[in-house]
């Protein structure tokens, strides 16, 4: 079975923290992805990577940084937690695009709570 | 920007009716997919349809897709009280993969 692990399911951090949100796919996917999904706003993309070192921003980046130095470790960093980061982050994962989009294999979630 | 917005946000069905959801979207596609969501968990992909294709099933599930009108519609026949979840539908942009705000489905007993 496809897997992908987030190593926290539920994180509670306190403001000026910083945070690191591991995410591990055993799938040799190259894309990978961080969402965030908050009540009444959905799914929206962080941050996502085509391949190893490799990163590109999604619609709400400010705040967040990645890092991927190996290609089944995606990681999303909170410099400086704020309360306003308190929801359900999502990472993803899934194949090449090549021109038509692939199903994204999904973790179960982490959700912060940033005091 | 959303670039896939459900309707209804809820929706509320005895088990055993069909449920229908739909999905529009804003800009051209080359495929759109449709995700569900068990309360607190994470997607779990259902079903892709390619921006060539108007119809697709796959179980109980039924996915049709009109580009002319920019539109998707999910239909799960025969409801279980295991379908309680929230729906999604998916588009590309560019090279992301852009989520609508979902459609909570609630069987009833």
């Known amino acids: 079975d496809v897997k992908v692990t987030q190593s926290s399911r539920y994180l509670v951090k306190r403001t000026g923290e910083k945070v690191f949100l591991e995410c591990v796919q055993d799938m040799d996917h190259e894309n990978m992805f961080w969402y965030r999904q908050d009540p009444g706003l959905g799914l929206r993309l962080i941050y996502f990577?085509?391949?190893?070192?490799?990163?590109e921003k999604g619609d709400i980046p400010e705040g967040y940084s990645v890092s991927r130095e190996k290609k089944e470790r995606f990681s999303l960093i909170l410099e400086s937690a704020s309360t306003n980061q308190t929801s359900m982050y999502l990472c993803?994962?899934?194949?090449?695009?090549?021109?038509?989009?692939?199903?994204?294999?999904f973790g179960e979630g982490s959700r912060l709570t940033v005091l | 920007s959303q670039q896939g917005e459900e309707d209804p946000q809820a929706l509320s069905i005895q088990e055993g009716e069909n449920a229908t959801m739909n999905c529009s979207y804003k800009?051209?596609?080359?495929?759109l997919q449709w995700y569900r969501q068990n309360s607190g968990r994470g997607l779990v992909h259902l079903i892709l349809?390619?921006?060539?294709?108007r119809e697709k099933h796959s179980g109980r599930l039924r996915v049709t897709l009109d580009t002319s009108k920019k539109s998707s519609s999910l239909l799960i026949t025969a409801s279980r009280a295991a379908d309680t979840a929230s729906y999604f539908c998916?588009?590309?942009?560019?090279?992301?993969?852009?989520f609508g705000k979902g459609t909570r489905l609630h069987i009833l007993p």
């Open positions: 349809i390619r921006s060539n294709e």
């Open positions: 993803a994962s899934s194949t090449p695009w090549t021109g038509h989009t692939g199903e994204l294999f």
């Open positions: 998916a588009t590309d942009r560019y090279d992301k993969i852009i």
């Open positions: 800009t051209s596609i080359n495929n």
């Open positions: 990577s085509y391949d190893v070192k490799m990163k």
